[in-house]
């Protein structure tokens, strides 16, 4: 008889998320970890970044305040307060998440586990069976494969930076380096941020929708760095220089902000059967390894979407399916994403450009939405909007917004792709008004 029915390894949310279902479930349950449970994004990642990203936006928004009449004095930040406060928020998180496992019935194991067989692991020595495993290791920051690279900080370290530094170089425009990026321009560090691409965010929007905020963060002082490869960082003092093709820069702080690989190489997955390496492990739509079927995946841990709430919502399928098998498939059709730059990117569905990539005849219209009335009231300084339909159907494939608002509005087109809406049926709903939601019936239409 197994040790356990289900064993966890990993104490983030798609960990959690598997772990307490099945355990109030009334499956025999442990979890695993080698480290503090709460995981990246509650303490090192999404949560943290917010209270920093919310700080610059006040901040703006005070400055900013003479657009609605509003006089002010001089204004400033004491960025040792913001981190003070944002520790408020992470520090509970270990004690509170031991709490719910504990409360839930969950078995809490400290501890390197690796395979030593299909059905066992071994924690620290000790070995262990299960009928069931699930991996929820997360990810870790990717090395920066450069001389010197390992003098670079990582997202994890920011959150310490009580002195906003005068340079700061970000190496990588995906979400990381764009987030902190705009964060910091905002308190008046100059950015300069550094991409092997000619494009941000990995092309999860399209040019024509990007290239004004990419003007935008150039108002704010963002300097951009297209399709440069970092050739090596060096100290130089008590500053660095990161070696470009054709220059040099120099800086007080170096983000590496590349990207991050699957936490899994601990795990002597090959004595379990399983395939997987630093891109993530091999899972079905199940999330399920095909190669051994106790064996199940969540989040970063395999790699298809580094995002908190996706694996969250992993981690729920894999409950489902430890409990009925392969009863539940992941859907990732309508997964609404933000970017929390000043002001917010998000989007959800695909752009115009994937959708030529598969075949599909489109309908795009991109709008400059800044002096409609609604954001024009606000006074919003940027206001961007893209959508994407099918011409044969009329249904909503994508949309990329660009707002203070557009992390809470996206959801209104993600539900839309949810139930198989189409275009002419989200023009046709009422909508509070003047809001932000009012203005996304028009997005269909060019102005």
């Known amino acids: ?68 009449g509003i006089t002010t004095g001089p204004v400033s930040i004491e960025w040792s307060k913001v981190v003070d ?20 019935g969950v078995t809490r194991l400290r501890g390197v586990a690796r395979f030593v067989a299909p059905d066992r692991i071994a924690v620290d020595g000790r070995e262990l069976s299960a009928e069931t495993f699930v991996i929820a290791t997360g990810s870790r920051a990717r090395a920066l494969p450069v001389p010197g690279g390992e003098l670079c900080a990582i997202s994890d370290d920011i959150f310490d930076v009580r002195v906003p530094p005068r340079r700061m170089a970000i190496i990588g425009a995906g979400v990381v380096g764009l987030e902190f990026g705009f964060v910091f321009a905002r308190l008046g560090t100059e950015v300069t941020i550094v991409e092997a691409k000619g494009e941000p965010l990995g092309g999860e929007v399209d040019a024509d929708f990007a290239a004004p905020i990419l003007a935008h963060g150039e108002q704010l002082g963002i300097r951009w760095a297209w399709n440069q490869s970092v050739r090596a960082v060096k100290r130089a003092g008590a500053q660095f220089a990161v070696e470009l093709g054709d220059r040099t820069l120099e800086a007080d702080y170096v983000l590496n902000a590349i990207g991050r690989t699957a936490a899994v190489e601990e795990l002597d997955l090959a004595k379990a059967g399983v395939r997987g390496d630093a891109k993530g492990i091999e899972v079905d739509d199940y999330l399920c390894s095909p190669h051994n079927p106790r064996v199940y995946a969540a989040g970063d841990a395999h790699g298809r979407w580094q995002l908190s709430p996706i694996a969250s919502y992993e981690g729920r399928v894999i409950a489902r399916n430890i409990m009925t098998p392969r009863s539940s498939k992941v859907d990732y ?57 099918d011409k044969s159907t009329g249904k909503l494939l994508g949309a990329q917004l660009c707002a203070p608002s557009a992390g809470d509005t996206i959801h209104v087109f993600a539900f839309a792709m949810r139930a198989g809406m189409t275009r002419d049926q989200l023009q046709d709903l009422v909508y509070a008004y003047p809001t932000p939601s009012s203005a996304l019936a028009s997005t269909f239409t060019q102005y």
């Not at 730059?341 to 695909?350: C, K, N, Q, R």
């Open 333 to 389: 059709t309508a997964l609404p994403r933000a970017v929390f730059t000043t002001p917010t990117i998000a989007m959800v569905g695909i752009t115009e450009a994937e959708a030529k990539r598969r075949g599909i005849a489109v309908d795009a219209v991109t709008n400059d939405m800044t002096h409609w009335k609604v954001h024009g009231i606000l006074g919003d300084e940027l206001a961007r909007a893209k959508t994407v339909v």
């Open 1 to 68: 008889m197994a040790d356990f029915d289900v064993l966890v390894i990993g104490g983030g949310n798609g960990g959690q998320g598997a772990a307490l279902r099945t355990a109030k479930a009334g499956k025999k349950t442990a979890l695993v970890d080698k480290g503090e449970v709460g995981g990246l994004c509650a303490l090192r990642g999404c949560n943290p970044k917010k209270v920093m990203v919310r700080a610059s936006e006040v901040l703006d928004e005070v400055r900013r305040a003479h657009v609605h």
């Open 85 to 104: 406060r944002l520790h408020t928020f992470t520090d509970p998180i270990p004690a509170q998440t031991e709490a719910s496992l504990k409360k839930a």
